[in-house]
């Protein structure tokens, strides 16, 4: 069974940083996209940055300059730099993960459970 765990979040004052880390676990073949998304309370999920394989880099223009994605392919790992925070990126940050089953070769889409992120002003 495939998981994601995240870790790192936690409270902070606005300007200061956190990184999050996302470890993946289980058989796995190859994973091509990570990302991580956020979920504010009230609000839908959306995008905060992803990453490929390769390296190519995606992030919400909310966070550009200020958020920087990274990933260990070895390690299958992927980490969210973090900062000058501010309140308005209190969320539940989640990481996501498309990847390839070996054996069958099948694709899945494979959820963290959620770190919480807390910036008070």
């Known amino acids: 069974q495939v998981q994601l765990v995240e870790s790192g979040g936690g409270l902070v004052q606005a300007g200061e940083s956190l990184r999050l880390s996302c470890a993946s676990s289980g058989s796995i073949l190859r994973i091509n996209v990570m990302g991580w998304y956020r979920q504010a309370p009230g609000k839908q999920r959306e995008l905060v940055a992803t990453?490929?394989?390769?390296?190519?880099?995606n992030s919400a223009d909310s966070v550009k300059n200020r958020f920087t994605i990274s990933r260990d392919n070895a390690k299958n790992t992927v980490y969210l730099q973090m900062n000058n925070l501010k309140p308005e990126d209190t969320a539940v940050y989640y990481c996501n993960a498309g990847l390839i089953l070996p054996f069958t070769n099948r694709n899945l889409e494979v959820w963290g459970q959620g770190t919480l992120v807390t910036v008070s002003s």
């Open positions: 990453i490929t394989s390769g390296g190519s880099t």
